[in-house]
């Protein structure tokens, strides 16, 4: 013949017809993958990481609000802490709310604002930061984390007296502990 025969395979004749498309479709998959996995591990979580055994979290956005509830251990009223995460590291305990009679609950202005509701229950407000916050789960309190409609109970999960460190972070943070 008088011209030369090649084969007309991509790999021969380089990233042409075909190939390239694949090559744009594939490398738009890989982007679009990578973006959502950044975006999914920067994702803020508030972390319940126990001294052993497994670990909990669950996710939320800055400004979201989550409630530790717990029994007084004396008067057995219920007690509710209401925080704030405002960031990775950065949770506010903006206010407590609980029933009382009275007994072991002092009192300074210098505390936060107290306030008596209609309801009967007391509310002081605090405004306290947090960056971690180290507990025991007793029984007796038997103390539980509700975030939306979620309830964690903490001694069910993570059981009696076991250490537990709760902490506002990136999610990448918590795979990394």
């Not at 744009?24 to 975006?39: D, K, Q, T």
């Not at 008067?75 to 009382?100: C, K, P």
Request: with cysteine; glycine share 8%.
């Amino acid at each position: 013949m008088w011209f030369k025969e090649t084969p007309r395979s991509p790999f021969v004749l380089g990233n042409r017809g075909v190939s390239k498309l694949y090559t744009v479709f594939l490398g738009g998959i890989i982007i679009i993958a990578l973006g959502a996995f950044y975006w999914y591990a920067t994702q803020l979580v508030v972390a319940l990481l126990p001294e052993r055994g497994s670990k909990q979290c669950f996710a939320v956005k800055q400004g979201s609000q989550w409630q530790m509830e717990f029994k007084h251990s004396y008067e057995l009223t219920l007690w509710r802490d209401y925080f704030t995460v405002n960031g990775a590291d950065d949770m506010v305990l903006t206010h407590t709310i609980y029933q009382s009679q009275g007994c072991g609950f002092p009192f300074s202005a210098s505390e936060g604002k107290f306030e008596a509701l209609p309801d009967g229950h007391f509310k002081l407000t605090l405004n306290r930061h947090y960056k971690i916050i180290n507990m025991r789960p007793a029984k007796q309190a038997s103390p539980k984390i509700l975030y939306e409609e979620t309830v964690y109970d903490l001694c069910r999960l993570f059981g009696h007296g076991t250490l537990l460190t709760i902490k506002a972070e990136p999610r990448y943070r918590y795979w990394l502990e």
